[in-house]
């Protein structure tokens, strides 16, 4: 059910634009918080939001820190998206191997 979470947590157009930014590369707040119309402190609520769903994690670097997306936490949720993926293709292959006919049309 991580992936709930991460859903949760990726629903907020701010959060997912933190998120967005944080594919980029790993980041300190500061920089992240940069262009948004938030302010520092809300973008650091924002990224403890997506630490909580498992979608980021942070490390200390000196007195920053750097946040970056948690390769995990994103593969469970690009699992749960996949069983969508996997029930369209088999339904697609289904179709096209339908006997369509004697002359093959």
Request: glycine letters at 8%; hydrophobic letters at 40%; proline letters at 5%.
């Amino acid at each position: 059910m991580a992936y709930r979470n991460a859903l949760e947590a990726l629903a907020d157009p701010t959060r997912r634009q933190v998120f967005e930014r944080l594919r980029a590369g790993p980041s300190a707040v500061g920089k992240l918080a940069n262009g948004l119309p938030v302010s520092r402190p809300a973008v650091s609520q924002h990224l403890k939001v997506l630490k909580k769903a498992g979608l980021v994690r942070e490390e200390q670097d000196g007195t920053r820190r750097i946040y970056r997306i948690d390769p995990h936490g994103l593969a469970q949720l690009r699992a749960w998206l996949d069983q969508f993926w996997e029930s369209a293709l088999d339904a697609f292959k289904a179709e096209a191997e339908k006997d369509t006919g004697e002359d093959g049309t």
